[in-house]
């Protein structure tokens, strides 16, 4: 049939690990960039609670910025 165009898929929802990493690196959270998998697969084993998650993924960005200063200085 002329004229048809062929359908596209329709899309899929992004990756939440893509687009927690990709927040990260856009909120210079870089440490908590670097660390996601391993915050994410000790948040699922433990089974985290959200707000317990969001304290384990502040704690470990605001600790490797206290870290990275006290290097530094």
């Known amino acids: 049939m002329a004229g048809r165009r ?3 898929p329709p899309d899929r929802p ?5 687009e ?3 927040l990260s690196q856009m909120l210079n959270l870089t440490a908590l ?3 996601l998998p391993d ?3 000790r948040a699922e084993s433990d089974e985290l ?3 317990d998650f969001a304290l ?3 704690r470990f960005e605001a600790q490797t910025r206290r ?3 006290l290097t530094r200085n």
């Open 6 to 8: 062929a359908r596209k």
């Open 14 to 18: 992004p990756d939440p690990t893509d």
């Open 20 to 22: 927690l990493r990709r």
């Open 33 to 35: 960039r670097d660390a």
């Open 39 to 41: 915050l994410l697969a």
């Open 49 to 51: 609670s959200y707000s």
């Open 56 to 58: 384990v993924l502040l």
């Open 67 to 69: 870290s990275r200063r």
